[in-house]
């Protein structure tokens, strides 16, 4: 069902295929979920559920501690490549799919879109940056993400995870040469760690 939903699309799919799929009856869509909005609302919820495990994996396998600012790289990686190969995020596809979102639907999105940006500034804030500059790093790794995601439209997805990943790179490094303190002695590290990868 997964792949329907966020390969082919949400708006794209027909009830009756989703129905065919599952080998259910209209009737037991609607007393479990209500509609399809309900529908799709569980299937995200299970894939936030997923995708955050992914995260969390990704940051506990982290070796330091500016590998752990960059884990949500490593975690789409691996999600991609051993989960659902969507087009997209999921999450952002039936944002743009549904103009008029229940309660439950929106609750979901939202809870995704807050995960991206706590968990971000969380991991940032251990850099001891100053606060203004630890604010702005956040963003600049959340649309670095978001771009990511965007780029898997366009190009394959390993491309695109790699391009944004080398790119959220850059901006660490940047916002490092630019801090003061012991935050300014993590450059050399994280400039060793890049050409290691290479």
Not at 91 to 115: M, N
Request: charged share 25%.
């Amino acid at each position: 069902m997964d792949h329907l939903l966020f390969v082919e699309g949400v708006i794209a799919t027909p009830v009756d295929d989703i129905l065919k799929l599952a080998e259910a009856s209209p009737p037991s869509l609607y007393k479990h979920f209500g509609s399809k909005d309900g529908l799709i609302t569980a299937a995200l919820e299970r894939r936030l559920a997923v995708w955050t495990r992914y995260w969390d994996e990704a940051m506990e396998q982290a070796g330091t501690q500016l590998e752990r600012v960059l884990s949500v790289w490593p975690a789409l990686r691996a999600y991609q490549t051993t989960s659902l190969e969507e087009r997209w995020c999921a999450f952002s596809g039936t944002t743009a799919a549904i103009k008029d979102k229940s309660e439950e639907l929106t609750a979901v999105l939202e809870a995704e879109t807050r995960l991206l940006r706590t968990r971000t500034a969380a991991l940032v804030d251990e850099l001891g940056l100053a606060p203004r500059a630890s604010a702005r790093l956040t963003n600049e790794l959340v649309i670095a993400y978001l771009g990511t995601m965007a780029m898997m439209l366009r190009e394959p997805y390993l491309h695109a995870i790699d391009d944004g990943e080398a790119t959220a790179r850059s901006l660490l490094q940047a916002a490092l040469t630019r801090a003061d303190g012991p935050a300014r002695d993590l450059v050399d590290e994280l400039v060793a760690a890049g050409q290691a990868s290479r």
